[in-house]
């Protein structure tokens, strides 16, 4: 089932991040990324002149276990606090957190879909990556700077966000790995013994990461 981006609901979002929207502007979406393995549907929205990535979020649309559903809805409720978070941040921290620019998002509730709007990226991207190959070792280890970078700014500074339950939390690492597993049974570049090295790897890490977050 599709959740496709609701006009009214676009625009009032994006007004309250600022833009100026008339109510007669032109406004069209178009579904992309699919096949991609994405929890949530992602069109691109074009209003007036500007376009954006949205996404929509409908944990009820999603076939799966309760506990899974609910972690759909904190995954999505958790990107849209840290966004609004990162987006009032200034000067330097700013400047080291290489994010795409955020215009707006709700949360997912019993009676809506959750929505999260981005800058749009689609004209820069790769189209015949192989997503489940992975990506290159410097890339890797940028992702991890601006990990760090994220961490540092966070911890130092007296702006927080609701971060969510950790048994949420530690649902999702077990939710999201295992699928990345699944995903790489047929590929013939890993071999059955790597498959296994890495399945035990994660029920170790995440077993120690359940017992460090019981005593907390």
């Given at each position: 089932?599709?959740?496709?981006?609701?006009?009214?609901?676009?625009?009032?979002?994006?007004?309250?991040?600022?833009?100026?929207?008339?109510?007669?502007?032109?406004?069209?979406?178009?579904?992309?990324?699919?096949?991609?393995?994405?929890?949530?549907?992602?069109?691109?929205?074009?209003?007036?002149?500007?376009?954006?990535?949205?996404?929509?979020?409908?944990?009820?649309?999603?076939?799966?276990?309760?506990?899974?559903?609910?972690?759909?809805?904190?995954?999505?409720?958790?990107?849209?606090?840290?966004?609004?978070?990162?987006?009032?941040?200034?000067?330097?921290?700013?400047?080291?957190?290489?994010?795409?620019?955020?215009?707006?998002?709700?949360?997912?509730?019993?009676?809506?879909?959750?929505?999260?709007?981005?800058?749009?990226?689609?004209?820069?991207?790769?189209?015949?990556?192989?997503?489940?190959?992975?990506?290159?070792?410097?890339?890797?280890?940028?992702?991890?700077?601006?990990?760090?970078?994220?961490?540092?700014?966070?911890?130092?500074?007296?702006?927080?966000?609701?971060?969510?339950?950790?048994?949420?939390?530690?649902?999702?690492?077990?939710f999201f790995t295992k699928l990345q597993l699944d995903a790489m049974e047929d590929k013939p570049w890993i071999s059955?013994?790597?498959?296994?090295?890495?399945?035990?790897?994660?029920?170790?890490?995440?077993?120690?990461?359940?017992?460090?977050?019981?005593?907390?």
């Amino acid at each position: 089932m599709e959740f496709a981006p609701k006009r009214e609901d676009i625009l009032a979002l994006l007004r309250e991040e600022g833009q100026q929207i008339s109510n007669d502007t032109a406004f069209s979406c178009t579904r992309i990324g699919e096949g991609k393995g994405f929890i949530s549907l992602i069109y691109k929205v074009t209003v007036a002149a500007s376009s954006y990535v949205v996404k929509i979020t409908n944990p009820r649309a999603f076939e799966g276990l309760p506990e899974e559903v609910n972690v759909i809805d904190k995954v999505h409720d958790r990107e849209v606090n840290f966004y609004r978070w990162a987006s009032k941040l200034s000067g330097n921290d700013k400047k080291e957190l290489k994010l795409p620019q955020f215009f707006g998002g709700r949360h997912c509730n019993e009676d809506q879909e959750g929505i999260f709007i981005m800058e749009d990226f689609t004209d820069r991207m790769v189209n015949d990556m192989d997503w489940l190959r992975g990506l290159r070792v410097d890339l890797v280890k940028e992702i991890l700077r601006s990990l760090a970078s994220y961490q540092s700014i966070y911890l130092r500074g007296d702006s927080k966000f609701p971060s969510g339950n950790k048994k949420a939390i530690n649902h999702a690492f077990g939710f999201f790995t295992k699928l990345q597993l699944d995903a790489m049974e047929d590929k013939p570049w890993i071999s059955e013994a790597e498959k296994r090295r890495d399945i035990n790897v994660f029920t170790k890490k995440k077993l120690n990461f359940q017992e460090s977050i019981r005593f907390r």
